[in-house]
């Protein structure tokens, strides 16, 4: 069975901070990655995904993601951090299998931009 | 073009009473997906449909839990009868059907639910 592990649970950062959110997975195949974000009173919504390619891959409000293969990793970064960026952050992943794309998710991060 | 709509958006019952959880997809998904997440920890596929029919329900958690998608469009989780440890975020998410993988999907923002 996949896991996704997210060690970050709570990071907090001034603006115009660097920022980087670890996520690794366990699985023993090919898999697609995700990055959903959930602002505060909001829907989950894709900040950015891996199917298969470069392995860096941007995403929406300069969000961009390298996947390794050989750590099993997909961390998250965005080079300068706005207040607006405050959210919860989810790592997560599925088998390119047909009619089984049900989502493995991470237990979370929660950023929160100082001013 | 309308999202992923879930309602109510928040709900407290009491231990042992029933509540039934909608979830609208965007029009023309035929995948339909509920996941939960119990506070602090991850969120956790419950069960996907394509169109009415069931494809997986391995994270359905015990038989106190009904999901249907009646004519393949709206889908409703009944819990019944609820239990405190059923409290949680219920997620709804859609995608539409491509014949292959590497599908996208849609959430809602998700029901709020609180057993007491």
């Known amino acids: 069975a996949q896991s996704v592990s997210q060690h970050n649970h709570h990071v907090i950062l001034s603006e115009a901070a660097s920022l980087e959110l670890g996520c690794n997975y366990s699985?023993?195949?090919?898999?697609?990655l995700f990055w959903y974000v959930q602002y505060p009173g909001q829907h989950l919504q894709l900040l950015l995904k891996?199917?298969?390619?470069?392995?860096l891959v941007k995403g929406i409000k300069g969000f961009e993601a390298e996947f390794i293969k050989s750590k099993f990793s997909f961390n998250l970064r965005k080079p300068s951090v706005q207040w607006s960026d405050t959210a919860e952050y989810f790592c997560?992943?599925?088998?390119?299998?047909?009619?089984?794309?049900?989502?493995?998710f991470g237990t979370g991060t929660r950023l929160t931009i100082i001013p | 073009e309308a999202g992923v709509t879930q309602f109510p958006s928040h709900s407290v019952i009491e231990k042992g009473q029933t509540v039934t959880l909608r979830c609208d997809p965007i029009?023309?998904?035929?995948?339909l997906y509920w996941y939960r997440r119990v506070m602090g920890k991850e969120i956790k596929f419950l069960l996907h449909?394509?169109?009415?029919?069931?494809?997986?329900e391995s994270g359905m958690p015990n038989n106190r839990f009904l999901a249907e998608r009646t004519g393949g469009t709206y889908s409703t989780l009944k819990v019944q009868p609820a239990e405190l440890e059923d409290s949680g975020v219920y997620f709804c998410?859609?995608?539409?059907?491509?014949?292959?993988?590497?599908?996208?999907?849609?959430f809602g923002q998700g029901t709020r639910l609180t057993v007491v």
């Open positions: 998410a859609s995608s539409p059907w491509t014949g292959g993988s590497n599908t996208e999907a849609f």
């Open positions: 997560a992943v599925n088998p390119p299998n047909f009619g089984n794309e049900k989502l493995t």
């Open positions: 891996y199917f298969s390619g470069d392995p």
């Open positions: 449909f394509v169109k009415e029919s069931k494809q997986d």
């Open positions: 029009s023309g998904h035929d995948n």
């Open positions: 699985y023993g195949g090919t898999v697609n």
